[in-house]
């Protein structure tokens, strides 16, 4: 299998593979000779579905969706780990009339800004993953349990 262009969002390469995500899910490839070793379809539950982007650790690859939810993976057999969904920190307010009425609406932010393909917004270290969402806030996790650590604006 070879890596399919129109599918892939993001590419990363480590010590010995490539990792692609992609509307479709996760994949690695080995190299030198890019033979399809792991894959894992697409585990959330964004729309539109994919992964629009990824990072490597160490010992795991992070994938996250348009909606902000991150997904660990083993980054030898591509095997789904943990997962965490986004959790806002900033909520928009807004008003409107009908029917003569005042509606206060409240709509927390979540997710990424941009679209698939963007610019990075996940990063890694061999103990937090960072991830930059359409709220304007960096989130840290812990990289193995994806335990919030923290928040900065």
Same mark, same amino acid.
């Given at each position: 299998?070879?890596?399919?262009?129109?599918?892939?969002?993001?590419?990363?390469?480590?010590?010995?593979?490539?990792? !692609?995500?992609?509307? $479709?899910?996760?994949? %690695?490839? @080995?190299?030198?000779?890019?033979? /399809?070793? &792991?894959?894992?379809? +697409?585990?959330?539950?964004?729309?539109?579905?994919?992964?629009?982007?990824?990072?490597?650790?160490?010992?795991?690859?992070?994938? !996250?969706?348009?909606? $902000?939810?991150?997904? %660990?993976? @083993?980054?030898?057999?591509?095997? /789904?780990? &943990?997962?965490?969904? +986004?959790?806002?920190?900033?909520?928009?307010?807004?008003?409107?009339?009908?029917?003569?009425?005042?509606?206060?609406?409240?709509?927390?932010?979540?997710?990424?800004?941009?679209?698939?393909?963007?610019?990075?917004?996940?990063?890694?270290?061999?103990?937090?993953? +960072?991830?930059?969402?359409?709220?304007?806030?960096?989130?840290?996790?812990?990289?193995?349990?994806?335990?919030?650590?923290?928040?900065?604006?």
């Amino acid at each position: 299998d070879a890596v399919d262009a129109v599918d892939a969002n993001a590419i990363v390469a480590t010590s010995g593979a490539i990792f !692609v995500a992609g509307r $479709g899910g996760l994949k %690695r490839f @080995d190299l030198p000779d890019l033979k /399809l070793s &792991a894959a894992q379809p +697409y585990a959330g539950t964004a729309d539109p579905p994919g992964y629009a982007d990824l990072a490597a650790g160490p010992e795991f690859i992070v994938c !996250v969706d348009l909606d $902000g939810c991150i997904f %660990r993976y @083993d980054s030898k057999t591509c095997e /789904l780990q &943990a997962k965490r969904s +986004y959790q806002p920190s900033v909520v928009e307010h807004s008003q409107r009339l009908v029917a003569s009425q005042l509606e206060r609406l409240t709509k927390p932010i979540v997710g990424l800004e941009g679209g698939f393909g963007g610019a990075s917004r996940l990063a890694t270290s061999s103990r937090a993953i +960072y991830l930059a969402g359409r709220d304007g806030v960096v989130t840290s996790y812990s990289a193995g349990t994806l335990s919030l650590t923290g928040r900065c604006r």
